[in-house]
């Protein structure tokens, strides 16, 4: 069974940057697509990024490109966001998510790890 633990988050600076993780464990991953995407309070889960496990080939939304990376190291089964220049709407709880490559739907979740931006 997969299982996802997310780690990183915390309050930063309007402009600031974070990088999260999310430990992946339970099975290899070479089929799998794995994301990121997050909440803030009353509204609803956003899309953040995803990647390709094998290959790693990336998509991101576009409110999120250029200011957020996603990565992974295949070694450490380990899934990465960089996100840089913060901005207080950023503030969410970040969820990390697996699905099989040939899945629409994501069915597997961290428990979320809190970013806070302040301004």
């Known amino acids: 069974q997969v299982q996802l633990a997310e780690s990183g988050g915390g309050l930063v600076q309007a402009g600031g940057s974070l990088r999260l993780s999310c430990a992946a464990s339970?099975?290899?991953?070479?089929?799998?697509?794995v994301g990121w995407f997050r909440q803030a309070p009353g509204k609803e889960r956003e899309f953040v990024a995803r990647?390709?496990?094998?290959?790693?080939?990336?998509y991101y939304a576009n409110s999120m490109k250029g200011r957020f990376t996603i990565s992974r190291d295949v070694a450490k089964n380990t899934l990465y966001l960089q996100m840089n220049s913060l901005k207080p709407e950023d503030t969410a709880v970040y969820y990390c998510?697996?699905?099989?490559?040939?899945?629409?739907?994501?069915?597997?979740w961290g428990q979320g790890t809190q970013v806070t931006v302040s301004s």
């Open positions: 998510a697996a699905r099989l490559d040939s899945a629409r739907e994501y069915d597997c």
């Open positions: 339970g099975r290899t991953f070479n089929t799998y697509t």
């Open positions: 990647i390709r496990w094998s290959g790693g080939t990336t």
